[in-house]
């Protein structure tokens, strides 16, 4: 069974924007979560590109400070990426991240959505 669904990637050109969106499958509960953003470069480790915690508090990898936004709606369990201004860099393999830090304590991976930035 698929918890988290992303959606949302594509092909864009440098400068274009995308909106990726996570979102928990019908029963699941995510608002007391840590939820996130990774990605996965070809040939590279996969890294943190943004995260939100439950009380809305925000991180931000240096790469996509002041380009990506995240976001989350609570109501009905979904987060959000707003990708502005995209380059070639950020070219990879897009996964959602759900850490619950609270008991009972488990973490959670989507299946990845691609994001490619080419001209």
């Known amino acids: 069974q698929v918890i988290l669904a992303e959606s949302g990637g594509g092909l864009v050109q440098p400068g274009g924007s995308l909106r990726l969106t996570c979102a928990a499958a019908?029963?699941?509960?995510?608002?007391?979560?840590?939820m996130a953003w990774h990605r996965q470069a070809p040939g590279k480790e996969r890294e943190l590109v943004a995260s939100?915690?439950?009380?809305?508090?925000?991180v931000y990898a240096e790469a996509v400070k002041g380009r990506f936004t995240i976001s989350r709606v609570n109501s009905n369990n979904t987060v959000y990426l707003q990708m502005d201004n995209l380059n070639v860099n950020d070219t990879g393999v897009y996964y959602c991240?759900?850490?619950?830090?609270?008991?009972?304590?488990?973490?959670?991976w989507g299946q990845g959505t691609q994001v490619t930035v080419s001209s």
């Open positions: 019908s029963g699941f509960n995510t608002k007391l979560s840590t």
């Open positions: 991240h759900e850490n619950k830090r609270t008991w009972p304590m488990y973490e959670r």
């Open positions: 939100v915690d439950r009380f809305g508090a925000t």
